[in-house]
T-cell receptor, first 112, second 111 residues
Framework: EAGVVQSPRYKIIEKKQPVAFWCNPI?????LYWYLQNLGQGPELLIR????????DSQLPKDRFSAERLKGVDSTLKIQPAELGDSAVYLC??????????FGPGTRLTVL | GQQLNQSPQSMFIQEGEDVSMNCTSS?????WLWYKQDPGEGPVLLIA?????ELTSNGRLTAQFGITRKDSFLNISASIPSDVGIYFC???????????FGKGTKLTVNP
C-alpha cells in the first residue's frame, strides 16, 4: 500500500513569493491533516479535513495561508506571500480513524 | 492549550543498552501515540495506546498508557544503531479532537 505522497520535497523561495505544497493521502483515508514542524519541535496542526470539509482550521494563519481539498482526496496548501518565518517542514498526514495518523515525508521550505 | 512535556530531550547510549523516555500532559488524554522520525522524513507511527494501563509491544519497543491518563512511557530494549532518531509522543484528549505532540527525544546510539 502506498503511503502519503508529498511534493515537492524541498522548496527554496524568496520572501514575498507564493508557494504551494501538494499531498496525496493513503487511499481510502477520509481525514487529511496539514502540520507545520519547526526545527527541534513536534508537528503542530494547521488544518484538518474530513473528506472535502475543513473541520478544524483554527491554527491556520488565514491572512497568508490557504488550503483546499476539492474532491476529498488530494490537497494543496498555499502560502502567499511567504515570510522568512515560514521556513519549516510542512507535513501532510492522513487517517481512516482520528487517532492513527500516517505522515508523508514532508516539504522542507526555505524562505530567503 | 494542551501541552505535553516529553523527557529527556536527548539521550546518548551504547548499543545494547535499554532506553526509557516519557511524556506527561496537563490534562487527561484518551489516546497516546508514539512516533519515530528519521532525518528528512516524516514521523512513523510505532505504537498506539487507547486504554489507561494498557501495555503494548512492537518488537523491542514497549509503551504504556499511564493509569492517571496523564502520562505515557516508551521503552526500547537492547538498542541498535538503527534506533537513532527523534521519538515523539502525541496525545489526544481534554475535549479536543486535535493530536498534540511533544517536543521529541533525540536518541543517539553509539556502536
Amino acid at each position: 500500500e502506498a503511503g502519503v505522497v508529498q511534493s515537492p520535497r524541498y522548496k527554496i523561495i524568496e520572501k514575498k513569493q507564493p508557494v504551494a505544497f501538494w499531498c496525496n493521502p493513503i487511499s481510502g483515508h477520509n481525514t487529511l491533516y496539514w502540520y507545520l514542524q519547526n526545527l527541534g519541535q513536534g508537528p503542530e496542526l494547521l488544518i484538518r479535513y474530513e473528506n472535502e470539509e475543513a473541520v478544524d482550521d483554527s491554527q491556520l494563519p488565514k491572512d497568508r495561508f490557504s488550503a483546499e481539498r476539492l474532491k476529498g482526496v488530494d490537497s494543496t496548501l498555499k502560502i502567499q506571500p511567504a515570510e522568512l518565518g515560514d521556513s519549516a517542514v510542512y507535513l501532510c498526514a492522513s487517517s481512516s480513524r482520528s487517532d492513527e495518523q500516517f505522515f508523508g515525508p514532508g516539504t522542507r521550505l526555505t524562505v530567503l | 492549550g494542551q501541552q505535553l512535556n516529553q523527557s529527556p530531550q536527548s539521550m546518548f547510549i551504547q548499543e545494547g543498552e535499554d532506553v526509557s523516555m516519557n511524556c506527561t500532559s496537563s490534562s487527561i488524554f484518551n489516546t497516546w501515540l508514539w512516533y519515530k522520525q528519521d532525518p528528512g522524513e516524516g514521523p512513523v507511527l510505532l505504537i498506539a495506546l487507547y486504554k489507561a494501563g494498557e501495555l503494548t509491544s512492537n518488537g523491542r519497543l514497549t509503551a504504556q498508557f499511564g493509569i492517571t491518563r496523564k502520562d505515557s512511557f516508551l521503552n526500547i530494549s537492547a538498542s541498535i544503531p538503527s534506533d537513532v532518531g527523534i521519538y515523539f509522543c502525541a496525545g489526544r484528549g481534554g475535549g479536543s479532537e486535535k493530536l498534540v505532540f511533544g517536543k521529541g527525544t533525540k536518541l543517539t546510539v553509539n556502536p
